[in-house]
């Protein structure tokens, strides 16, 4: 782990421009910073796919096209404290559709609290956290052959390079 994140801060700093992976950023600390960075007036990525959850709710389930008596997987990549998909998570369980959900992030600690908080709230909803980065799990989540939605949200593309991201997008399809 150690001679990971010195290889790859020094390759960050490097380059040309500067950077360094994010999943540097997010512990305990990170994790509350963001939060309260997502409260500001000029995030509104967080309070519009909120509007969409909370009001489009029942589009958003038919568009996936599931039965409540047919099983899917819904991965979340990206989940943080769950704050929007809660409201899916919410509708989805009132209707008894039959699901596991399976939140991703790169934070441990968002992981851990997601999943407090929805054992308390949703009790009835299977939560089954996934901490690493999107290729190495969906990699491993691939190995189910049960259908699966994947909700990608907000700016998490925004922290992969141009590259990087093409190529995420043409392996999830």
Do not use: C, H
């Not at 001679?3 to 790859?8: A, I, L, R, V």
């Not at 909370?54 to 047919?70: C, H, M, R, W, Y």
């Not at 934070?107 to 851990?112: E, P, V």
């Not at 089954?128 to 052959?145: H, P, R």
């Amino acid at each position: 782990m150690i001679d990971t994140f010195k290889k790859e801060v020094d390759q960050g700093l490097k380059s040309n421009p500067k950077k360094l992976p994010s999943k540097y950023f997010y512990d305990k600390k990170g994790d509350a910073f963001f939060v309260e960075i997502m409260k500001l007036p000029e995030y509104y990525l967080t309070r519009s796919e909120l509007d969409i959850f909370k009001n489009k709710t029942q589009e958003l389930i038919k568009a996936f096209g599931v039965k409540p008596d047919s099983y899917f997987e819904l991965i979340e990549l990206g989940a943080g404290d769950g704050t929007k998909t809660k409201e899916l998570l919410q509708a989805l369980d009132a209707q008894k559709f039959k699901f596991d959900y399976f939140p991703i992030d790169i934070s441990s600690n968002a992981l851990a609290l997601l999943q407090k908080d929805l054992s308390n709230t949703l009790p009835n909803v299977s939560v089954q956290t996934q901490q690493g980065d999107y290729f190495e799990v969906l990699a491993s989540l691939k190995e189910s052959k049960q259908p699966k939605i994947v909700l990608f949200l907000g700016s998490n593309i925004g922290n992969m390079n141009d590259e990087t991201a093409a190529q995420f997008i043409l392996w999830t399809l």
